[in-house]
């Protein structure tokens, strides 16, 4: 999107990416201990919700060519993504009895589009 509608070169797409997977980095380890504290499901729903506003969000923001918004827009939508990221595998676990947890996960994965 940025090299193909904003026109950004390939080399600051990366450094942008960069700075903002360093933030996102410590972020999922702290995302993780907040779904320790107050829940998987508040962190996870939390997080899939501002999911859906993000766009509304992030695309305007990295539209303005500015590197600091770009970088901000994709260091916001990792942080929202680290909310449903960093809970996730013990969320799913938490699904299904410990007798059947790998063949329900591993079914759900397979049955998929």
């Known amino acids: 999107y940025l090299k193909l509608v904003v026109h950004k070169d390939t080399s600051q797409i990366l450094l ?22 107050i829940g998987r499901k508040p962190v996870y729903l939390t997080g899939a919700v501002l999911t859906a506003f993000w766009g509304f969000i992030g695309f305007p923001m990295m539209d303005t060519g500015n590197n600091w918004l770009i970088m901000a827009a994709i260091t916001l939508g990792l ?12 969320l799913m676990a938490e699904l299904f ?9 591993s079914l759900c994965y397979q049955v998929a589009p």
Do not use: N
């Open 79 to 90: 942080a929202i993504e680290s909310m449903t990221y960093a809970p996730y595998s013990a």
């Open 97 to 105: 009895p410990t007798h059947v947890r790998y063949t329900a996960l």
């Open 16 to 37: 942008l990416m960069f700075g903002a997977h360093l933030v996102h980095f410590f972020l999922i380890p702290l995302m993780g201990y907040l779904s320790d504290i």
